[in-house]
């Protein structure tokens, strides 16, 4: 599943990307189409293979409750000769796997199944279908996996796997993709009468940039600008844009001027700035090229105008002085599920790296100090519009969200908004608007279910690994990390607690992500049908 999420992915703006892969498959596609079925309800999707692991208690699917399952794999399988090939599965259930019609290999155990004799697999495509039943108890889990003839024992690659789309797998990326936009956008930090009491999926729990102190990390001209429009600045922004008619532009700069008031008690780490010189921008430049920065970032003197890229052309003009350095050596200082990755500067490093991005980057705007009385317009409007919904602050909220639903067609889903409209307006498509009204329709009781593999296939693709894995010489591709890695290990690497380098002839580094690591961790050893913790030998 990752793979089919990863393809052709490119940046940490990846929504649109993701609306596109979930919402339409193209015919291309690897894997298998995947349909689960439980107490007479039915969810379809895709898989990267013949790979499953739910622990016993937990649903299958965030569509499905938990109990007994069954899953069906149904499309193809390629290969370029003809061949004989044995397929063998490990197992917690039973199993029976079809290839161009006939049986193959079928049985129940808790165990390995090993087919009798080797299966012939003409050139080209072969139809396959593989019928998992969970068992009454325990851990559901399936590999497949096939020996070629005269070769070792290994996977099928999920390239030679090729889906069989019906409109129930349609129908079910539909609602994934849905589900993931209302979590990302934070939906229900408005509309919370309709979130989930207690524990859910881990997305209910994302913040968003703190409003303490951030009059001194962000300069004021740049937040008046992305208060008013978020999707002139960025594109595909997740934060709508929150001021609508003639006051837009002045009710925006008064929020601007109240929260360039949030003076920090002590300085940015590292605030103390002297001018940087070419020697630092240089080294600067030399980093970021190294680390594949461009994966996700258009440099600050780019032409290059790509919507999947987050430009840096504005971080001068955004940061502070002193604060850029301190936000490249902790970007989660203040957000935690901020999607920019800590790369473990050293204060050197960050230094040469601010030094190179400041130094192609345009001057910010000087602004004057606001005037008492901007700055009191400004808190009010911050209290009252909602902002502190999902921002933090010391600051009461006197905002409430009217009831709304999120399968209506008016507010912020609205397909056009009228000139009286005060709605948040998110940057959204029509086809992002219908999947998310898709997904509320459901009743909402996806999101108290938690599945670890499909939180990894999310996340994989937003927070772009495959920018760097399986496009950079000698970095594994990202589809193979679950099969190989144990997920204790993985989850403290991933979150960059893992104090050594474990390939340290590699220039490139890999950067933490903290708040994500443990459900990619957990979830892509899910993908392959392993638990997401090591069992004890």
Not at 3 to 32: I, P, V
Not at 64 to 91: C, I, M, N
Not at 210 to 232: C, D, K, L, V
Not at 406 to 411: A, D, F, N, P, V
């Amino acid at each position: 599943m990752v793979r089919t999420l990863l393809k052709n992915l490119k940046s940490l703006a990846a929504l649109s990307l993701l609306a596109a892969s979930l919402a339409t498959r193209a015919q291309d596609d690897a894997g298998l189409a995947a349909t689960f079925t439980a107490g007479g309800q039915s969810d379809s999707t895709i898989l990267s293979n013949v790979w499953l692991h739910v622990p016993a208690g937990e649903a299958p699917t965030p569509f499905l409750a938990p109990g007994k399952f069954q899953t069906e794999w149904r499309g193809f399988v390629s290969v370029d000769l003809r061949s004989d090939y044995t397929f063998t599965a490990s197992l917690n259930g039973a199993l029976k796997l079809e290839i161009n019609g006939a049986v193959i290999l079928e049985g129940a155990t808790n165990g390995v199944l090993t087919a009798a004799k080797p299966t012939r697999l003409n050139k080209g495509t072969n139809s396959f279908v593989a019928t998992y039943t969970s068992p009454a108890s325990g851990d559901a889990r399936i590999r497949v996996t096939w020996i070629p003839k005269e070769g070792a024992a290994g996977p099928i690659p999920t390239s030679a796997l090729k889906p069989a789309l019906t409109p129930a797998v349609e129908r079910g990326q539909q609602l994934r993709l849905g589900r993931h936009l209302a979590l990302e956008h934070r939906c229900f930090q408005c509309h919370s009468d309709q979130a989930p009491k207690g524990q859910g999926t881990p997305e209910l729990k994302m913040d968003a940039p703190t409003f303490e102190g951030i009059g001194s990390r962000r300069n004021f001209a740049w937040m008046a600008a992305w208060i008013e429009n978020p999707h002139t600045n960025r594109a595909r922004a997740q934060m709508p844009q929150m001021f609508h008619g003639p006051a837009a532009k002045a009710n925006a700069e008064a929020a601007a001027a109240f929260l360039a008031s949030l003076k920090a008690t002590d300085a940015p780490a590292g605030s103390a700035s002297t001018a940087a010189t070419s020697e630092q921008a240089e080294a600067g430049q030399h980093l970021f090229q190294t680390l594949h920065c461009a994966a996700c970032h258009t440099a600050p003197d780019s032409n290059e105008n790509d919507p999947t890229k987050v430009s840096l052309s504005q971080v001068s003009a955004k940061f502070t002085e002193g604060s850029l350095l301190a936000f490249l050596k902790d970007p989660a200082a203040h957000y935690k599920w901020i999607k920019m990755p800590n790369f473990k500067f050293t204060d050197a490093e960050a230094q040469n790296v601010a030094a190179f991005l400041r130094s192609k980057a345009p001057a910010p705007k000087q602004s004057p100090a606001a005037p008492a009385d901007l700055v009191d317009k400004g808190r009010n409007i911050v209290q009252t519009s909602g902002c502190l919904n999902c921002h933090t602050a010391k600051l009461e909220n006197q905002f409430k969200a009217p009831a709304i639903k999120l399968t209506s067609e008016q507010g912020c889903l609205a397909d056009a908004h009228g000139s009286t409209s005060k709605a948040p307006r998110f940057d959204l498509t029509k086809e992002e608007r219908q999947a998310i009204r898709a997904f509320a329709a459901t009743g909402l009781s996806s999101l108290e279910r938690p599945v670890a593999r499909e939180f990894a296939s999310r996340y994989a693709q937003t927070l772009n690994c495959a920018g760097c894995h399986g496009h950079i010489e000698l970095i594994p591709h990202v589809d193979i990390l679950g099969g190989k890695l144990r997920p204790e290990w993985a989850e403290e690497f991933i979150a960059g607690k893992v104090k050594y380098k474990p390939r340290p002839w590699i220039e490139a580094r890999m950067p933490a992500f903290p708040a994500y690591a443990e459900g990619l961790a957990k979830g892509m050893a899910a993908e392959h049908g392993y638990a997401p913790t090591t069992p004890k030998e």
